[in-house]
């Protein structure tokens, strides 16, 4: 099955600092999500991006598809962007369609 | 506008009981998929029902079963529970399949 890598594993930030988070794929994918996971568990929807870029406030993601990689870009951290972010992807199905997630980025943002 | 329902919150079984949690959709979604998340780890998926039919099934044992009824609602069933099944399970819904999946709170299941 396709393969989903997230670096850096591990990230710990002061408030205000800019970061960027990394998410490779294996191969080719029809669909790309990035989410946010809030201590209590909730994954909170971030990002369908499965080409090009967008902008959503201090977040901005790119996906390059034909190269199997997306960017997550967080400016200007807060201490509420503590948590774990996940990348996961959807290739295309005849008959359904699942999300592999990678192992996810552990964002901590101190004050 | 009603996002993604899960219960219950929390869950304590034994060992070798057996476990249904549920799951309402996204309002307008048609699509369930099932994940568990081990603690530390990234979702990983179960199975998928759309029209009240399984649709894609992750690697997992016949233990885990599922159902999905007229209103699009869906339940998780798990049978003859082991200490190896205490996860967070995550439902999400969508429009169909292949589009962006909106993800419940979840259900802490605890096997002792």
């Known amino acids: 099955g396709i393969q989903v890598e997230q670096s850096p594993p591990d990230l710990i930030l002061q408030e205000g600092a800019n970061s960027t988070l990394r998410c490779n794929f294996s191969?080719?994918?029809?669909?790309l999500q990035w989410f946010h996971q809030n201590p209590w568990g909730q994954l909170i929807n971030l990002f369908y991006?499965?080409?090009g870029t967008k902008q959503n406030g201090r977040l901005s993601a790119t996906t390059v598809a034909t190269e199997r990689y997306s960017l997550l870009y967080i400016s200007s951290s807060q201490t509420t962007d503590s948590g774990v972010y996940f990348c996961?992807?959807?290739?295309?199905?005849?008959?359904?369609?699942?999300?592999?997630f990678g192992e996810g980025t552990q964002l901590t943002v101190n004050p | 506008d009603a996002g993604v329902t899960q219960s219950p919150t929390h869950l304590i079984k034994t060992r070798g009981q057996q476990v249904t949690l549920r799951c309402s959709p996204k309002?307008?979604?048609?699509?369930v998929s099932w994940y568990q998340q081990a603690l530390g780890q990234g979702p990983q998926f179960i199975f998928q029902y759309y029209e009240e039919e399984e649709r894609q099934r992750g690697n997992f044992p016949d233990r885990f079963s599922g159902h999905q009824f007229p209103n699009y609602s869906s339940e998780l069933n798990v049978n003859a529970l082991l200490l190896g099944d205490s996860a967070l399970y995550l439902c999400?819904?969508?429009f169909g399949w292949g589009y962006e999946q909106y993800f419940g709170p979840g259900t802490r299941l605890t096997v002792t």
């Open positions: 191969d080719s994918v029809n669909n």
């Open positions: 996961a992807v959807e290739q295309g199905e005849t008959s359904g369609s699942r999300l592999t």
């Open positions: 999400a819904s969508s």
């Open positions: 309002s307008g979604h048609d699509t």
């Open positions: 991006i499965p080409s």
